[in-house]
């Protein structure tokens, strides 16, 4: 149910809304708002999210004045205000009435959600909500995001205009080919878009550009500031087919989006790490998702379970698009350590590490009569004495990084440990994502493979890390 507040009386939707962490704040910066533009109006009323979830939020409707062409236009917009503002953004949609049509483009998708780079880079106390309103209206005065239907004739017109202004400038398909860079390019043209400059990031760029698995890569920085550090040495030594932006508009068309980002907040408890992360991911996955629809997203984040299925349900891509490094390193050098160092081809070809990452992995492997159990136990506990003395360096992640954008791309369909939904294997009743053994090719996932007979006790251990990832998972904020 609404509730409408005036909007002189502002502290009134509160009495409606305990769950605001930081509610002084809010009624403040609302206050500041109205003042502003008067003619929004504030209510209670209840949001549903991607995966199907309920929350009663604060929001606010109104006009902004927009100038396009010469004409002044007033936009109709909704802003729901999460609970915990000031600190997370709010989300922006579009409000169009009866007589009015969407307009697709770069800063608004098929649903009326707004995508802005305010939006991506909010940060307390420098981010205000009228700033994002004046950021807003900039960017719809470069491209209205509304047209009017109220003559089919005359929308007729306006999408013919629009789509011969698109052509002219190069920002549309034609004959289903895409415009990069003021050329053609086909659907085999690979780009990958790495979100996040921090080492692992970087190491991301450089071992992708060094194995020419990829066309084009774009990094991503949503650092505060200019480029400094590695993202400096990029742009000073100037990689070709590497790109730095910090518009999400630049991941555009990516077939793979790799998430390398951390929130470095303060939080006190694990969980409360994991929430931080939360947090930032709302405001990169469904830029993500805008920008790239038919990409496969590749997580590397932490904790990369979670935050797999967190990236998935913010997404809303198919199970199979979504996916974790994983175990992909560990199994990498798992099965190097037995082939190579132990001298057991036939076993290592076959062998796995799956589960969670860290502590709680198992192995897992294929090969059944070619030794006892008992020698191949022994083999397999020696492989795992000599990988953990392993570490995992920022650039050893990037290189199986790399491998894994490679087997996507070339659909080469080699299989790998990644994290993927694991609803269904080894009794798993809950939405989870867990390393198991995948075959990977263009469009991520392609098949999970199966052990020729059960181990109950890497089943249990599978059930419990997923019993444990399942209760964090319930605790957070989607």
């Keep these: 149910m609404e509730r409408e507040c005036s909007p002189f009386k502002l502290k009134h939707p509160f009495l409606f809304c305990v769950q605001y962490k930081f509610r002084d704040l809010t009624i403040e910066e609302l206050k500041n708002v109205v003042k502003m533009y008067p003619n929004f109006r504030f209510s209670m009323d209840t949001y549903t999210f991607k995966d199907g979830s309920l929350?009663?939020?604060?929001?606010f409707s109104g006009t902004i004045p927009v100038k396009y062409r010469g004409n002044s236009y007033n936009i109709?917009?909704?802003?729901?205000?999460?609970?915990?503002?000031?600190?997370?953004?709010?989300?922006?949609?579009?409000?169009p009435t009866i007589n009015m049509e969407i307009s697709v483009g770069k800063h608004v998708d098929a649903h009326g959600r707004i995508y802005l780079p305010y939006l991506q880079n909010w940060s307390h106390p420098k981010s205000i909500i009228i700033g994002l309103i004046k950021e807003m209206i900039e960017k719809f005065e470069e491209e209205l995001p509304l047209y009017s239907v109220s003559s089919s004739d005359e929308a007729k017109q306006l999408e013919l205009l629009s789509y011969i202004a698109k052509i002219t400038t190069g920002e549309t398909?034609?004959?289903?080919?895409?415009?990069?860079?003021g050329q053609k390019k086909d659907g085999g043209f690979n780009k990958v878009t790495v979100i996040g400059a921090g080492d692992l990031g970087?190491?991301?760029?450089?071992?992708?550009?060094?194995k020419g698995a990829a066309d084009q890569v774009v990094l991503l920085d949503l650092s505060e500031g200019a480029a400094k550090g590695g993202t400096m040495d990029l742009d000073i030594f100037a990689l070709p087919n590497v790109e730095i932006s910090k518009d999400f508009s630049a991941s555009a068309d990516s077939k793979v989006v790799v998430l390398t980002v951390n929130s470095l907040g303060n939080?006190?408890?694990y969980l409360g790490v994991i929430q931080s992360n939360v947090d930032l991911f709302r405001g990169i996955?469904?830029?993500?998702?805008h920008y790239s629809q038919n990409s496969v997203l590749l997580v590397a984040s932490h904790p990369v379970e979670i935050m797999t299925y967190v990236s998935w349900k913010l997404s809303a891509f198919p199970k199979s698009?979504?996916?974790?490094?994983?175990?992909?390193?560990?199994?990498?050098?798992?099965?190097?350590?037995?082939?190579?160092?132990?001298?057991a081809q036939t076993i290592g070809k076959e062998a796995w590490i799956i589960g969670e990452r860290g502590e709680d992995k198992v192995t897992c492997h294929q090969t059944e009569g070619v030794v006892n159990d008992n020698s191949q136990e022994q083999l397999v506990n020696r492989a795992m004495e000599v990988l953990k003395g392993k570490g995992q360096k920022s650039w050893s992640v990037g290189l199986s990084i790399a491998d894994l954008i490679e087997s996507i791309l070339k659909n080469k369909r080699k299989v790998h440990s990644?994290?993927?939904?694991a609803k269904g294997c080894c009794n798993i009743n809950s939405e989870v994502f867990l390393s198991m053994p995948c075959i990977l090719g263009t469009n991520g996932v392609t098949e999970i493979i199966k052990p020729l007979k059960e181990d109950k006790l890497v089943a249990k251990k599978l059930q419990n890390s997923a019993a444990s990832i399942h209760d964090l998972q319930q605790q957070l904020k989607l």
């Design 55 to 59: 929350k009663d939020l604060l929001n």
């Design 76 to 95: 109709p917009i909704c802003l729901w205000i999460l609970d915990s503002h000031p600190f997370a953004p709010p989300i922006c949609l579009l409000k």
């Design 173 to 181: 398909d034609v004959n289903s080919k895409t415009m990069v860079g």
């Design 202 to 210: 970087i190491a991301c760029v450089l071992a992708i550009a060094a």
């Design 267 to 269: 939080a006190q408890s």
């Design 285 to 289: 996955v469904p830029a993500v998702a």
């Design 321 to 343: 698009r979504v996916i974790g490094t994983g175990c992909n390193l560990d199994t990498e050098r798992f099965q190097y350590i037995i082939t190579n160092l132990l001298k």
């Design 418 to 421: 990644v994290s993927t939904l």
